[in-house]
């Protein structure tokens, strides 16, 4: 198992540019979580999936967009880059178990930098 | 307006002693706290969790504590050792609406010196 793979690793941008951050995990989990985390901060939660077709917005999702068309991925697109979405982001997934919280298990993260 | 503090971003101690990380919450329909460990450019790690009707829950060293009327939790590490050295964060969680999400901390940075 390769757990939750994010790609690239690093990216840097220009302010404008737009790009799609790659997730997946084949761990069979119905949820899936991007989350972004800025230096000195806790992990913000910018948008979810509960499965296959079904997104939902999180504390942060302004400037970002999802799509979920299999169970395996889950990939986060920035469109109009700003300097403000510099940070590292961390795509996770989880069971989701009905009626309680599960573990998330975490991706390697993103750093992005938009200049 | 954050409603998960870790009020201290540094802890430092010595190998073999106890490490104590604090965690504070103002909602009180936070049901479910979890513990995840980072490493330097790795993704987080779960490390222990504890459900808001229990007080403790253990783990080999690691010990999660809870207070529910002071909305504190607290994670012990006995004994402390080098390879604990990394970025704690502490969660909560509610779940609503079908589905959980998670609030962090800022995290706290613990060094174990050897």
């Known amino acids: 198992n390769a757990g939750v793979t994010q790609t690239p690793k690093f990216r840097i941008l220009k302010i404008g540019q737009s790009m799609t951050l790659q997730c997946a995990q084949d761990m069979n989990h119905n949820y899936m979580y991007w989350y972004r985390q800025d230096p000195g901060m806790g992990l913000k939660l910018i948008y979810y999936s509960v499965g296959a077709g079904i997104t939902d917005k999180g504390e942060v999702p302004n400037g970002y967009n999802v799509s979920r068309s299999t169970t395996e991925d889950f990939p986060l697109r920035l469109e109009l880059a700003a300097p403000s979405q510099t940070s590292v982001y961390f795509c996770a997934s989880s069971y989701g178990l009905s009626g309680s919280t599960d573990t998330q298990y975490f991706g390697p993260g993103t750093r992005l930098t938009v200049l | ?114």
């Open chain 2, 1 to 114: 307006d954050q409603q998960v503090k870790q009020n201290s971003p540094s802890l430092s101690v010595q190998e073999g002693r106890i490490s104590i990380l604090n965690c504070d919450y103002t909602n009180s329909m936070f049901d479910y706290f979890l513990w995840y460990k980072k490493y330097p450019a790795e993704g987080p790690t779960f490390l222990i969790s504890i459900s808001s009707i229990k007080d403790k829950n253990e783990d080999g060293r690691f010990t999660v504590f809870l207070n529910k009327s002071a909305k504190h939790l607290s994670l012990h590490i006995v004994p402390s050792q080098p390879g604990d050295s990394a970025v704690y964060f502490c969660a909560a969680s509610e779940y609503q609406g079908g589905s959980e999400k998670l609030v962090f901390g800022k995290g706290t940075k613990l060094t174990v010196n050897p």
